[in-house]
């Protein structure tokens, strides 16, 4: 008898872990109030008791005592009232027809653990794995006690050893299947936690970044303001003050345009693009920059054939525009950028290369972090652009840079069907 019980009790076990491992696989949090996750719910109780009842040897005192109880305080207190009421009715019919248990202790048992379990699931609301398995103890001791109490008032012999061998398994087993469940069952919601606290920090670092980047060429601009109002100034004078003061704007006013084009969704649909005769319309608006800087930019196309791609025109300039001006804004002693587009195994090529200061290979690895930049006047966002907007395009990024030789950025992205 003792094997039997102890064998039941294990087999009983794995049953349970195994439904309740199917049920929150299958079943995320973010489904937990609908009826998608109660009806499978039933389904896999359904299964798992036709499939224990039909292949498995059980002591009938251990299906009373043990699996009844564990089963319906993990469905009472974790689910609530639909599937702790139809496991309930499940085990009961099962015990009473199949197993020959009497119907009075087995109802009164469960009606208790339900009534229960029901008060801590809607009212109490344990929230903490130590509470939930204190309390899932606590239902299932609860419901054996009721069972043994009616049980002997009706005269019915209990083997004491029996007992105590299915009071120690169900009480293992309601600690390790509550530890397990509320383990992975909330999984997904920690997941969530952590996004939604990692997304809060973001938007905290940005707001706080926003604030020291504009505030910085204010305050520069408002002192200008100031030293133009304050004495009688000789027109060279004055005019430096106000050169001054407007740079001072038009820096607040591209850090503001580089947070914009950074979070702001697209909105212009993709076509085809001529690599070639894009990257030639947007040199023009190059020249005047870099000629500032003593800068000659040289462009090659090594491909005869039409380099297309799909893409959006907008994006697409504003990413070579980014990378071309950083180019240049690496050279502030003069220097070359070069630009080369080749058709390479198919893909679509574009090296932007310049020959400035260059980066060592630590700088070149946080290239693209939030924040991180190589300027004195910089957000470190415009990288960032361009790599979301070349991921936009199923394109690849990669940088190469050797201090006092310069930078090369390289763009692969994928080649279109040319249009006929």
């Known amino acids: 008898m003792l094997h039997l019980t102890l064998e039941s009790i294990?087999?009983?076990?794995?049953?349970?872990?195994?439904?309740?491992?199917?049920?929150?696989?299958?079943?995320?949090?973010?489904?937990?109030?609908?009826?998608?996750?109660?009806l499978l719910f039933l389904g896999l109780l359904v299964v798992f008791t036709t499939v224990f009842l039909s292949l498995e040897e059980i002591d009938s005192l251990v299906y009373a005592l043990h699996l009844t109880s564990v089963s319906l305080a993990l469905a009472v207190l974790y689910e609530g009232l639909l599937q702790g009421v139809v496991t309930g009715m499940v085990l009961f019919f099962g015990g009473t027809l199949l197993y020959g248990n009497h119907w009075l202790p087995t109802g009164i048992a469960i009606t208790?653990?339900?009534l229960t379990g029901l008060l801590f699931h809607f009212k109490i609301k344990p929230n903490t794995q130590q509470k939930l398995s204190v309390v899932n103890l606590f239902l299932v001791l609860l419901y054996m006690l009721a069972y043994i109490g009616v049980s002997l008032a009706l005269g019915h012999a209990l083997n004491v050893l029996q007992l105590s061998i299915?009071?120690?398994g169900a009480a293992f087993s309601s600690l390790l299947i509550s530890f397990i469940y509320f383990n992975v069952k909330n999984r997904e919601w920690y997941e969530q936690m952590l996004i939604i606290s990692e997304k809060n920090q973001i938007v905290g670092q940005l707001a706080a970044s926003i604030s020291h980047e504009i505030r910085n060429p204010l305050t520069t601009t408002r002192g200008f303001l100031q030293l133009m109002s304050k004495e009688p100034l000789d027109r060279e004078t004055f005019e430096r003050y106000r050169t001054y003061a407007f740079e001072g704007i038009d820096h607040a006013n591209a850090i503001i345009t580089d947070y914009l084009n950074f979070s702001k969704p697209s909105e212009e649909e993709q076509r085809l693009l001529n690599v070639k005769d894009e990257i030639d319309g947007v040199i023009p608006?190059?020249?005047?920059?870099?000629?500032?800087?003593?800068?000659?930019?040289?462009?090659?196309?090594?491909?005869?054939e039409p380099l297309i791609i799909c893409g959006e025109v907008k994006k697409f300039q504003q990413c070579m525009l980014n990378i071309m001006k950083?180019?240049?804004?690496?050279?502030?002693?003069?220097?070359?950028?070069?630009?080369?587009t080749e058709l390479v195994r198919n893909?679509?090529?574009?090296?932007?290369?310049?020959?400035g200061c260059g980066m060592n290979r630590s700088q070149v690895k946080r290239l693209g972090l939030p924040y991180y930049t190589t300027k004195e006047r910089?957000?470190?966002?415009?990288?960032?652009?361009?790599?979301n907007m070349v991921k936009e395009m199923n394109g690849k990024i990669f940088f190469h840079s050797k201090m006092n030789q310069g930078?090369?950025?390289e763009l692969q992205l994928e080649r279109a069907a040319a249009p006929e």
């Open 166 to 168: 299915i009071a120690v």
């Open 10 to 38: 294990v087999h009983g076990l794995l049953y349970i872990m195994a439904a309740a491992l199917m049920f929150i696989v299958f079943t995320p949090r973010s489904l937990a109030s609908t009826l998608k996750r109660r």
């Open 326 to 340: 950083n180019g240049i804004e690496a050279m502030p002693e003069g220097g070359k950028l070069t630009v080369q």
């Open 112 to 114: 208790v653990l339900l």
């Open 378 to 387: 910089g957000t470190g966002l415009g990288l960032m652009v361009v790599m």
């Open 285 to 304: 608006w190059l020249k005047p920059y870099s000629a500032l800087s003593n800068i000659s930019v040289e462009v090659y196309h090594l491909s005869k």
């Open 347 to 355: 893909k679509i090529q574009i090296l932007v290369r310049d020959t």
């Open 407 to 409: 930078t090369i950025c």
